[in-house]
Nanobody
Framework: QVQLVESGGGSVQAGGSLRLSCAVSGYTYRNNYWGWFRQAPGKEREGVAI????????FYADSVKGRFTISQDKANYMVYLQMDSLKFEDTAMYYCAVDKKYAFEVLSPNYTYWGQGTQVTVSS
């Protein structure tokens, strides 16, 4: 049974930083992707940052490029999201996901396994 547990969310002022962590268990690596999505109230879930498990290539939403950094620790089945220069519009529930479904774009929310989410609130 695959489980994903996010941590590291919280409240921060604009311009601040947070580091999200996702612990994955019960998962067997394949040449696939894992990473982070977010969903604000009344909005659709959107891809934030994705990393390839095979070669570490990263993908970012335009809105977070230059501010967020995704990384992975494959030995310990962990994926991280360093968020710097946070903005009010980054406020959302952040979800970790693994295993992109075939034929979908890497930043589209079509992944097999999901965590429960961790809340990030940025005050202006």
């Amino acid at each position: 049974q695959v489980q994903l547990v996010e941590s590291g969310g919280g409240s921060v002022q604009a311009g601040g930083s947070l580091r999200l962590s996702c612990a994955v268990s019960g998962y067997t690596y394949r040449n696939n992707y894992w990473g982070w999505f977010r969903q604000a109230p009344g909005k659709e879930r959107e891809g934030v940052a994705i990393i390839s498990t095979a070669d570490g290539i990263t993908f970012y939403a335009d809105s977070v490029k230059g501010r967020f950094t995704i990384s992975q620790d494959k030995a310990n089945y962990m994926v991280y999201l360093q968020m710097d220069s946070l903005k009010f519009e980054d406020t959302a529930m952040y979800y970790c996901a693994v295993d992109k479904k075939y034929a979908f774009e890497v930043l589209s929310p079509n992944y097999t396994y999901w965590g429960q989410g961790t809340q990030v609130t940025v005050s202006s």
